[in-house]
């Protein structure tokens, strides 16, 4: 999505959340994290300006006990920083570490939000140490003693191995350095003593830049993605010795040969999963987890080994491919090369970056199944969720629950690892988060529900078969595409029926009588007035939302007159029933189990619409409908199938389908009577 679209649709969810609003301090804070992630693109400082008041008056919605105000305070902080770095305003910076302090203080040790406000309060007192040196730095470099010059380099190095992985191998030496050690061996170099020496003839405006430039220079490094083999040397491993003097194994050959490699292309550090993570630290590899995807993003160069590809093969088929973990090292890295079992590049290709070749991209894209414009420039957030989700279905991990955190960094999101739950309960939170900041195109699913939630899949595979998104028609195509498909709806009506006359001539000729095994299910009664919005003021619709056991969805809803069982392969399981409801052409849906149980109790069936919030726009008025609007509302939309519930009328449960269900209104007419009503999902 376009970022001012992005925002002017954050914009309208906030001006539907007046003040005194349930839930205004949540939209708040939607819009100032689009704002936010917009000027990191931009660089408007209008934007940041705007964050910064939004967040502001989201927090005074969060008093102190609130479950959200240590994470609005962290955010603020960020936002305060980097408006620090941009005006240099130093009062910003001291709001910034109180922020983050008060934050710190309502975590609990242990939770990931802990260290991550932990990590960006050090940052910033560290800047307060940086500003002192800046101010240094800004002044005539006649007055800098070489003390001053050293401190700030050191400091400048400081900020930069913030972001980075807290341990690298030395690519010269072989050894593992900790950030300590990463420093020590900087501010010993000769080019450290080099640039010291630079920077007592330049002037006040280019010592920082060219501080900062060196550094990163130096400090550029490789990442390794490669499948996990037997006897990978670990941390304890290594610590203290040089990879390049131990005892040979394929594992460490391995580990040597990516390290040459490294250093051959310039980068002086290198990280490997397998060496460079304390394993035993439940809170460090919580931290590896959510900043592998902006590790990866920031290497100068990802190498991966494909142990099984020999020279003249080709990678398609390469057991790679098939791995969880590997998707994010796929799309975060800019730069990659690909290496073969005798470490020999890729169809002997020389480029500096096999994300250039055509080539390559085109093999890609058949063994990912993934467009070559996501694989050389795919940014972590929730744009394209549900094809997101699709690219992961197809692959593995070795612990289930981990195909879903390996996600994580995909969506730009930081929830907790939690190692023991099952991988159905990670997708379950992982998508909960995906429908309250994105939309709701990841119910679009077919295949067993999940036996907590039945609007989730039990597993990411049921993503896997699913077809390409419904297409986007033009102001010309809508019209000839309505026709065709009201055209084959008529079809299948006529069809149905003159099913019915052979069937019933059939009975009659033999001298039986014929039952029609159609169900009508029972009218439903009525919602509460304050569940069900008319066409005219769907503009005040509520967002989808998470409530103790519910899911909140509006819907527009189409009540299921009659249901017909057309035919059943009880073997695959198979049941297909031509299907009849109000304000839809007549459809067919194939369902991997029998409606007997709803049937017998002639319960009541929807087909629903989740209500599209993105369709009204930011300039939406109310009670007016544009003419775009209304032919989006007459294109085909993939239906949920729900039931209501036996027990309770205000409990629905969606019913699986082996297939998507693609709907078609009948008419304008019919659009233009729909309403959208709230359905709470179990």
């Known amino acids: 999505m376009d970022s001012a679209d992005d925002v002017s649709q954050k914009r309208g969810e906030l001006d539907r959340c007046p003040p005194g609003y349930d839930g205004r301090d949540v939209a708040l804070c939607r819009l100032a994290a689009t704002l936010h992630r917009r000027f990191e693109s931009d660089r408007e400082i209008d934007d940041l300006n705007m964050a910064i008041t939004l967040?502001?008056?989201?927090?005074?919605?969060?008093?102190?006990?609130?479950?959200?105000?240590?994470?609005?305070?962290?955010?603020?902080?960020?936002?305060?920083?980097?408006?620090?770095?941009?005006?240099?305003?130093?009062?910003?910076?001291?709001?910034?570490?109180?922020?983050?302090?008060?934050?710190?203080?309502?975590?609990?040790?242990?939770?990931?939000?802990?260290?991550?406000?932990?990590r960006c309060l050090i940052d910033y007192v560290r800047m307060t140490t940086g500003n002192i040196a800046a101010e240094m730095a800004s002044s005539d470099a006649s007055d800098v003693t070489e003390v001053d010059i050293k401190q700030l380099i050191r400091i400048v190095a400081l900020e930069t191995l913030g972001a980075m992985p807290t341990r690298l191998l030395d690519t010269r030496t072989g050894n593992l350095c900790n950030r300590d050690a990463q420093i020590s061996e900087f501010m010993g170099s000769k080019r450290c003593i080099r640039l010291e020496s630079l920077c007592k003839s330049y002037d006040r405006d280019q010592q920082m830049k060219f501080i900062r430039t060196e550094v990163l220079e130096h400090f550029q490094y490789a990442t390794l993605s490669h499948r996990w083999g037997e006897g990978e040397p670990s941390l304890r491993d290594i610590e203290g010795r040089s990879v390049y003097n131990m005892p040979l194994t394929r594992a460490l050959r391995k580990l040597q040969y990516f390290c040459t490699v490294a250093l051959e292309r310039d980068c002086l550090w290198a990280w490997s999963d397998t060496c460079c993570i304390d394993k035993h630290s439940g809170n460090e590899v919580q931290e590896t987890i959510l900043s592998m995807f902006a590790w990866y993003r920031q290497s100068a160069l990802t190498v991966v080994y494909l142990c099984d590809v020999v020279d003249t093969d080709s990678f398609v088929n390469s057991e790679w491919f098939n791995r969880g973990w590997t998707l994010q090292e796929l799309l975060a890295p800019r730069t990659i090369l690909f290496y073969t079992r005798d470490w020999s590049l890729y169809k002997n290709l020389a480029s500096s970056n096999h994300k250039t070749e055509a080539v390559v991209l085109e093999e890609l894209e058949t063994a990912t199944g993934i467009e070559s414009r996501f694989l050389t420039n795919s940014s972590p957030g929730m744009d394209n969720a549900r094809l997101r989700l699709q690219w992961a279905s197809m692959r593995r991990t070795t612990r289930p629950e981990d195909i879903v955190y390996s996600l994580f960094g995909i969506f730009d999101l930081r929830l907790p690892i939690l190692y023991g739950e099952s991988a159905e309960n990670a997708l379950g939170r992982l998508l909960v988060e995906i429908i309250s900041v994105s939309d709701v195109s990841v119910l679009d699913w077919i295949g067993e529900p999940s036996q907590f939630r039945s609007y989730f899949p039990s597993h990411i595979t049921w993503y896997r078969r699913l077809p390409s998104p419904l297409p986007r028609l033009n102001a010309e195509e809508r019209p000839l595409a309505t026709s065709v498909l009201r055209n084959l709806s008529d079809s299948l009506s006529l069809l149905l029926h003159l099913q019915f006359l052979c069937h019933s001539l059939a009975a009659l000729l033999l001298g039986i009588t014929y039952c029609v095994p159609a169900i009508l299910p029972r009218t439903p009664v009525s919602s509460a007035p304050s569940d069900v919005f008319e066409f005219y003021s769907l503009i005040s619709v509520p967002l989808p939302r998470f409530f103790s056991r519910h899911f909140i969805l509006p819907c527009v809803a189409y009540h299921v007159t009659m249901v017909e069982l057309q035919g059943a392969d009880p073997s695959a399981p198979s049941y297909t029933y031509n299907v009849r409801a109000s304000g839809l052409v007549p459809l067919r849906i194939t369902?991997?189990?029998?409606?007997?149980?709803?049937?017998?109790?002639?319960?009541?069936?929807?087909?629903?619409?989740?209500?599209?919030?993105?369709?009204?726009?930011?300039?939406?008025?109310?009670?007016?409908?544009?003419?775009?609007?209304?032919?989006?509302?007459?294109?085909?939309?993939?239906?949920?199938?729900?039931?209501?519930?036996?027990?309770?009328?205000?409990?629905?449960?969606?019913?699986?389908?082996?297939?998507?269900?693609?709907?078609?209104?009948?008419?304008?007419?019919?659009?233009?009577?729909?309403?959208?009503?709230i359905f709470r999902v179990v």
């Open 591 to 677: 369902l991997p189990a029998k409606l007997a149980d709803v049937t017998k109790s002639r319960g009541v069936l929807y087909l629903v619409r989740p209500w599209p919030s993105r369709l009204h726009g930011p300039s939406a008025k109310p009670d007016v409908v544009t003419e775009e609007q209304l032919s989006r509302l007459e294109e085909p939309f993939n239906a949920l199938l729900l039931s209501e519930s036996t027990h309770n009328d205000n409990e629905h449960k969606r019913i699986a389908s082996s297939t998507l269900i693609t709907a078609q209104p009948t008419d304008r007419a019919s659009i233009l009577k729909s309403k959208v009503r």
């Open 55 to 118: 967040y502001r008056a989201a927090l005074e919605l969060r008093p102190v006990k609130h479950a959200d105000r240590a994470s609005s305070l962290h955010d603020i902080a960020q936002c305060l920083a980097y408006r620090f770095r941009q005006t240099s305003t130093v009062s910003d910076l001291d709001d910034a570490v109180t922020a983050e302090r008060e934050a710190l203080q309502l975590l609990e040790p242990g939770n990931p939000d802990f260290n991550a406000s932990r």
